[in-house]
């Protein structure tokens, strides 16, 4: 009878393509002893999750490693705040969909990507990724039903997307036990058990913008640009505030306004965007960029605000300024360098508590 291990496969065939590293497991399949170019052998307990969110890992990081064994993570994917967090606290980590592989111990520093030749591309977690149209559920999940009850055919008229998507979406977080199911049959509907864990998984898979424009407007400052930007209403397409801009909005955090981005109808021109506001198309010195990309699924999400009023440094009384719904901006500023983490982090606080 096979040997059954109890440490996936694909953790020992990824580690030993590490080049100098020797791997072995015991003959129970539950630990692993690694060692570099002839060094002392280290012994890691493997641990695998579904998914790992920031909070999470905020909480394995108050717990300090005792015992004999160093203890190695096995995840799909992480985000790179949970990345630092962990290696801050002096965790290793392997994540079997991107390839990234942190290991820390005695005589033992690896940081690498990666790839394994026996793992198919075409899984059902490939296919049901939280990206464009799929992306959507995510959206319209944290959007409108922080708490509430969760109905396959009620998420999927919001979403504008198929039953079948949202089922097969539904499927997989239940299995990373991100949604939790109550009842069967007719009667079956889900809840959010895990919002941060949505939010990052989300972050990780979501496309970023296929084009990108980058524009120069004359203002005396980002603050009077936005304030400007309410003017795109006469050109008649969908347009919003994105990324850090319309997060530092939703929460303010950074003393001086940063440029704005926006996203802009793929079907018209970006040249359009800088005809109307007065400015030109630039290689360098821009102070605003656009953001397109095919069936504008960002746009679908919009959330009207009045800037009189809605922060000081916005120039009062210039109408209506389109924004990106509040998950969607934390999405597009948390894998952002510098203070942006800082906006990214009150913003999710404030989704969070919304969740109760």
């Not at 539950?30 to 999470?56: D, H, I, M, N």
């Not at 959007?143 to 396959?152: K, N």
């Not at 990324?243 to 040249?271: K, Q, R, V």
Request: positive net charge; contains cysteine.
């Amino acid at each position: 009878m096979a040997l059954r291990w109890l440490i996936p496969d694909w953790v020992i065939r990824r580690l030993r393509n590490v080049d100098g590293l020797s791997v072995q497991a015991d003959e129970t399949g539950t630990l692993l002893f690694l060692s570099a170019k002839g060094g002392k052998r280290q012994r890691f307990r493997v641990r695998c999750l579904s998914v790992l969110s920031k909070e999470s890992a905020e909480k394995q990081s108050e717990t300090p490693q005792t015992g004999p064994d160093h203890l190695l993570l096995a995840v799909p994917r992480l985000a790179p705040d949970t990345r630092n967090i962990l290696s801050g606290s002096g965790f290793s980590w392997i994540e079997s969909e991107t390839g990234v592989c942190h290991l820390a111990a005695p005589g033992i520093l690896v940081e690498t990507v990666l790839k394994d030749p026996g793992q198919s591309a075409d899984s059902d977690a490939a296919r049901a990724k939280l990206i464009d149209r799929s992306g959507l559920i995510a959206e319209v999940i944290l959007v409108s039903f922080l708490g509430e009850e969760l109905r396959l055919g009620t998420v999927a008229r919001q979403a504008h997307v198929s039953n079948a998507l949202v089922s097969r979406i539904f499927s997989r977080l239940s299995s990373l036990k991100i949604l939790e199911q109550e009842g069967a049959g007719p009667y079956r509907s889900w809840r959010l058990r895990d919002p941060g864990a949505l939010l990052e998984l989300w972050s990780t898979e979501e496309r970023r913008p296929v084009r990108t424009t980058s524009i120069y407007v004359w203002s005396r400052s980002p603050a009077e640009l936005i304030g400007k930007l309410p003017r795109l209403h006469e050109l008649k397409v969908q347009w919003a505030v994105s990324g850090l801009c319309a997060a530092n909005l939703y929460a303010p955090t950074l003393s001086t306004t940063p440029d704005p981005t926006i996203w802009f109808d793929a079907s018209h021109p970006a040249g359009e965007v800088a005809s109307l506001l007065g400015g030109e198309i630039v290689e360098k010195g821009a102070n605003l960029q656009v953001w397109q990309s095919p069936a504008n699924f960002p746009l679908y999400n919009l959330k009207p605000q009045i800037t009189k009023g809605y922060q000081q440094s916005l120039a009062p009384g210039s109408g209506l300024l389109n924004l990106v719904s509040e998950p969607r901006a934390y999405v597009e500023s948390s894998g952002l360098p510098g203070r942006a983490l800082e906006v990214a982090q009150n913003l999710r606080e404030g989704i969070l508590k919304k969740h109760g």
